[in-house]
């Protein structure tokens, strides 16, 4: 179908935007599709500018906006998902100011349910410098500092390593940031929770887990992202019942990349997609 059709859909009908600095987002629209099986999805990659983790909130923040106004005009989206930890601390509160009408929905690093889930009350939380160096991750941080103690490591180049699918590089970087945290298990004084604060990790929980061990608990937000998304949508009656759902994916730059890890990491069948480089969005 294509972007004129999608734009030209009006109601239940109309897809849902899904975007990330890279492939990391794929993990969230996984969730999506299980809990919105006949919904329609538009996935952005912003390839051309990924990892968000290593750049600046400002350089962050104008594309977020700049990919949301393409989803918005292009695509005529219902609802946009941010399945980026760095996006949504940078700039969701300007999406929301913006377009105060659409459901804009973002990913955090999933700390309440980890402090619900943990024993020990010993909480790792990895995830990108600019994630945990955001304003709004220390307000979260804080409001939970009396129920546990959070262990906090910011992963420079993990989501990088995992976006080229590194796997040597990704060993190291595990070896590294997991073997700073100290010991983990279920033990008094152990860490028995790992928050996996940024949307890349999720493909990676074997190597996170030799380092962990089975007793630890994993954390994520694709499932209650995608709770989330089904509640907006269903009080506002926006909600797909009846669609054959489907998948249009995007990427402002290597196409290719994106439709190797499509078929890496996506659950299912891409039952219609285009994989194609959306050249006016490498800048903004």
Known sequence: MSALAVAGASGADRPIG???SGVGGLSVLNALRAELP???FVYFADTAHAPYGERGDAFVARRTTAIARHLIDEHGIKALVVACNTATAAAIHELRAAYPALPVIGVEPALKPAVALSKTRHIAVIATRVTLESRKFDVLRGSLAAQAH???VPCDGLAGAIERADSVRIATLCEKYLGAVGAFGDQPGQ???????????PFITGELRRWTGDAVR???TGAPVAQQTRRLLQNAGQLDTEGAGGVLMLSSAAPEALDAA???WLDGSVD???RAWAADM???
């Open 18 to 20: 899904v975007f990330d």
């Open 38 to 40: 006949h919904e329609r």
């Open 150 to 152: 959070f262990h906090i």
């Open 191 to 201: 860490v028995d929770t790992l928050v996996l604060g940024c949307t890349h990790y």
């Open 218 to 220: 994993f954390i994520d």
């Open 262 to 264: 499509t078929a890496r």
């Open 272 to 274: 219609r997609a285009i």
């Open 282 to 284: 490498t800048a903004a």
